[in-house]
């Protein structure tokens, strides 16, 4: 089964906050784990991505856990600003970002200025 | 500018009628996905092309098709419309398979309308 489960469907933080954002996957066979982030009328772009042999990758205020043997990975975005607001797509894929993408269900997050 | 291009960026069509959808991918990159993001499907992978040939299937219709031609550029084709078809189709493009570096790049999709 190649599903990737995202919580929560959406997410209101307030400016300089945390917000955090949890996938759990079920195939084991899942070897990249990217997140994209979808503004408004525009296509998902590329934020971060894993691999499972590192727990946590970290690029500026954006951070990915990863948890293998839990199945999960997680995105925080640390000090949330207003033009974070957007949807944001967990994804998976097995070898690496060559093949199709198996994307979770989306994460509407809104910070209040 | 991401460095997909598609066209066009909006379309409205009556139902039973046939589309075609176009995706120019970035520079470079051999690999083209099209993807559908509907509010209740989300993202959904349609199908993907290599160099002209036909990598991975997914969810795809069969009055949904689609190509790629020599010059890589890849054209959706969607017939026999039914209005459940409208929703945001999405083109991607990557470097090559298997390798990590540079992920996907996505164009800003086509948004069907099917009345």
């Known amino acids: 089964q190649q599903q990737v489960k995202q919580s929560p469907q959406s997410l209101i933080v307030q400016k300089g906050g945390i917000s955090i954002i949890n996938c759990a996957y079920e195939?084991?066979?899942?070897?990249?784990f990217p997140w994209y982030q979808q503004f408004p009328g525009k296509g998902p772009a590329l934020l971060i991505a894993?691999?499972?042999?590192?727990s946590e990758k970290k690029e500026g205020r954006f951070t990915i856990s990863f948890n293998k043997s839990a199945k999960q990975f997680s995105l925080h975005i640390m000090d949330s600003q207003p033009g974070d607001s957007a949807t944001y797509f967990c994804?998976?894929?097995?070898?690496?970002?060559?093949?199709?993408?198996?994307f979770g269900g989306g994460t509407r997050v809104l910070v209040k200025p | 500018d991401s460095g997909v291009t598609q066209t066009p960026k909006h379309l409205i069509t009556a139902t039973g009628q046939r589309v075609t959808l176009r995706c120019s991918p970035r520079?470079?990159?051999?690999?083209v996905y099209w993807y559908q993001q509907s509010l209740d499907q989300g993202l959904q992978f349609l199908i993907q092309?290599?160099?002209?040939?036909?990598?991975a299937k997914g969810n795809i219709l069969e009055r949904f098709s689609a190509q790629q031609f020599p010059d890589l550029h890849s054209e959706l084709n969607l017939s026999s419309l039914e209005l459940g078809d409208s929703a945001l189709y999405f083109c991607?493009?990557?470097?090559?398979?298997?390798?990590?570096?540079?992920?996907?790049?996505f164009g800003s999709g086509t948004r069907l309308t099917v009345v």
């Open positions: 991607a493009s990557s470097a090559r398979q298997g390798l990590e570096v540079y992920g996907y790049t």
């Open positions: 195939n084991t066979a899942f070897d990249y």
């Open positions: 894993i691999r499972p042999d590192v």
């Open positions: 994804a998976a894929s097995f070898g690496a970002a060559g093949n199709k993408l198996t």
């Open positions: 520079s470079g990159d051999l690999s």
């Open positions: 092309y290599y160099n002209g040939e036909e990598r």
